[in-house]
């Protein structure tokens, strides 16, 4: 019986002795998304992160996604780098990242506008990449376009595009919102209009650019008449001739 309860006592230990421990991965808290769409379909967007690290961490590298430009986090020094056309940004603490951190991320991206066969404009705002590695708890959005509208937003989320649960509402040309689930990591969260044609003032389309002339006749037969604008009216009377 010795002889047992001995062997049993070096099992626990070379048990206890080859365990693998893992750290537990961080954790975002909360998410709240700014975006501002201009008149020409490009967008800014502000993201403030809130991210619990479970211990001590020197570095952390952020998603930000493809084709932004003009990137900051707020108080500190990022390196970027580009890792299958995904942008990402690394920033350092030299008294190490721990607790409840709060990271504000802000960028820029143009010509997220679509325009489809009929004319109407599909405008699609990736409010969240799926490139974060940390489950995100919660998740608040705004998103105030450069006019008003009548069109209902969808949303959808995750790796196959499925709908996700959203409680919107319209408060004169802005969308506020709020994510009803928990996110996975990995997940993201991607906001559709469709919305009339010549919505935005596309300056550029596939295959070619806009063109406005200012003139009392038809100057080709695919020409469409439009609304001047105070651009339109500032070239007609100060613009070289």
């Known amino acids: 019986m010795k002889r047992l309860f001995r062997l049993l006592w070096i099992l626990v230990v070379m048990l206890c002795c080859t365990a693998t421990v893992y750290a537990a991965e961080p954790v975002v808290e909360q998410i709240n998304v700014r975006c501002d769409v201009d008149k020409h379909g490009d967008y800014v967007m502000k993201v403030t992160a809130d991210v619990r690290f479970t211990e001590p961490s020197g570095e952390v590298m952020l998603p930000i996604g493809t084709d932004a430009r003009k990137i900051s986090v707020a108080g500190y020094k990022i390196s970027r780098k580009k890792i299958e056309g995904n942008t990402w940004v690394t920033l350092k603490d030299s008294a190490g990242l721990e607790g409840l951190q709060t990271f504000v991320i802000s960028y820029e991206k143009l010509r997220a506008v679509t325009p489809?066969?009929?004319?109407?404009?599909?405008?699609?705002?990736?409010?969240?990449?799926?490139?974060?590695?940390?489950?995100?708890?919660?998740?608040?959005?705004?998103?105030?376009?450069?006019?008003?509208?009548?069109?209902?937003p969808m949303f959808s989320s995750g790796y196959y595009a499925e709908q996700i649960s959203v409680d919107s509402r319209i408060d004169g040309t802005t969308i506020q919102g709020t994510v009803r689930e928990s996110l996975l990591d990995r997940e993201s969260?991607?906001?559709?209009?469709?919305?009339?044609?010549?919505?935005?003032?596309?300056?550029?389309?596939?295959?070619?650019?806009?063109?406005?002339?200012?003139?009392r006749k038809q100057p080709t037969e695919n020409a469409i008449q439009v609304d001047a604008t105070l651009e339109d009216v500032f070239l007609y009377y100060f613009g070289e001739r």
Not at 122 to 137: F, G, I, N, Q, S
Not at 191 to 205: C, D, E, G, S, V
């Open 189 to 215: 969260v991607d906001l559709t209009l469709q919305l009339p044609k010549r919505y935005f003032r596309l300056q550029n389309i596939p295959g070619g650019a806009e063109l406005r002339i200012i003139s």
């Open 116 to 152: 489809e066969e009929d004319k109407t404009q599909t405008l699609d705002v990736e409010l969240l990449c799926p490139l974060w590695d940390w489950p995100v708890k919660k998740m608040a959005f705004s998103v105030t376009m450069p006019k008003k509208f009548q069109v209902e």
